[in-house]
Structures are given as C-alpha cells and as structure tokens.
C-alpha cells in the first residue's frame, strides 16, 4: 500500500540546522516532494527529487534520497524564525494518467530565537 | 499572478446547502487536482483532470460531491447537501511535469 511517514514536531534553534525526515512505502514513487505550510495558507512547493537523484540541492536545502530504505530527508541550514511552519513529505508515481500526491501528515517545525 | 488561485478563500455554510468553489490552475498546465485537508492531516487526493476529462476519482468522493473542467481551463468542486464532516481546506493544484503547484485553498466551514 501507499504511506508516507514523518515525525510530528521538531524545534531547533536559529542558525542550527533543521532536518525533517521522511519514510514512504510505494518502491515505484518516481518523484518525491517537499511542501512547506504556514498557518491558514496553501502548500509551497519547496523542491523536489527524482528517484533516479541520491541528492539535490537548492540554496538552503538539501535533500536526501536512500531508495534502498525508502527514506528522505530534508536538511535546511542556518534555520531562521522565518522557516517556522508545517513541512510536508509526498510521494508522486508519475507515469500512466495520474500523478496525485499522497502526503505524509507533516512535521511542525518550530524555531526559537 | 501566474500561480494557481481559488474562490472563495473561505466559505461558512448551514448543514444541507450546496456549495461551490472555482480553482484556476496556471494556464499552460493540463493536469489538475483537488486535494482535501483537515485538521492535523496531509492533504488527501480528491479527484485529476487532464485538460477536460475527469480521469480518476477517490474513494473520498462520495455521490455528494461533483467536480467539473468544462473547457479544460478552470474547475468548480461542488458539494451538495453539506455536512458537517465536510468542514475542511479544499486546495486545487495544476501540474507540468514533476511539478505541482498548489493554490491558496478554500476553508469550508459547515455549521
């Protein structure tokens, strides 16, 4: 079956770095996202990762990719108030007709000044 | 503004009404999502669309909900006789390629 798994809370101190970890079940996801959410608002994609990628890296963030445990992490460094929010893990099978995101529940990142 | 936008932001009705909201996806992208999200959750796929054709529905829509993409442009979600389970954020995303991009999303409250 399908199922994305992440921790619920995390807290970091700003300037430390963040990393928000994530476990999926589906071996064939061919995409895996990374979507940040602040209060009352809708989801910002933040980066993604193909399967076929082991990292990606996009200023601040870095994502990790091991297909071989179905895990992905997201790093961001030098953490700042601004990054406080609900960061969610998804998972995408990107072939045939389809494509819908199935998501994690999301890790609420909080940091303190 | 080229991103994915909804109306209403937020929309406060009585058990029974029907409700409808309007998702206009970026204009180049062909696929188009509903997700639903409550409280504490990620969000849960509703129903796809490529251009016109509703291609995939989920177990989640039940008889009461309708969803359409006439021209293959803009969408409306529509839920007959609301109930109060049906309180939640409805978000559209449009995609091109590996990436989907989400709009704002409509809070549902149904009293």
């Known amino acids: 079956g399908e199922d994305v798994e992440q921790s619920l809370f995390l807290s970091v101190r700003e300037g430390d770095s963040s990393v928000i970890n994530c476990t999926y079940t589906?071996?064939?996801?061919?995409?895996l996202y990374w979507y940040k959410q602040e209060p009352g608002a809708g989801l910002q994609l933040l980066t993604y990762?193909?399967?076929?990628?082991d990292m990606k890296q996009d200023q601040r963030l870095t994502v990790l990719l091991n297909k071989k445990d179905k895990h992905l992490s997201l790093r961001i460094a030098d953490t700042q108030t601004g990054d406080s929010a609900i960061y969610f893990c998804a998972e995408s099978i990107f072939g045939g007709s389809q494509g819908n995101l199935i998501f994690g529940k999301g890790t609420k990142l909080s940091v303190k000044p | 503004d080229t991103g994915v936008s909804q109306n209403p932001r937020h929309k406060i009705t009585k058990r029974g009404q029907n409700v409808t909201f309007r998702c206009d996806p970026i204009?180049?992208?062909?696929?188009l999502y509903w997700y639903r999200q409550t409280l504490g959750q990620g969000p849960e796929f509703l129903t796809y669309f490529q251009n016109e054709a509703q291609l995939e529905k989920s177990r989640l829509l039940s008889d009461r909900f309708s969803a359409e993409r006439p021209k293959g442009s803009f969408s409306t979600l529509e839920i007959q006789r609301t109930e109060q389970g049906d309180s939640a954020m409805y978000l559209c995303a449009s995609r091109e390629g590996g990436e989907q991009y989400f709009g704002p999303g409509t809070r549902l409250t149904v009293t």
């Open positions: 204009s180049e992208h062909n696929r």
């Open positions: 990762i193909f399967s076929n990628m």
């Open positions: 589906d071996s064939s996801s061919t995409y």
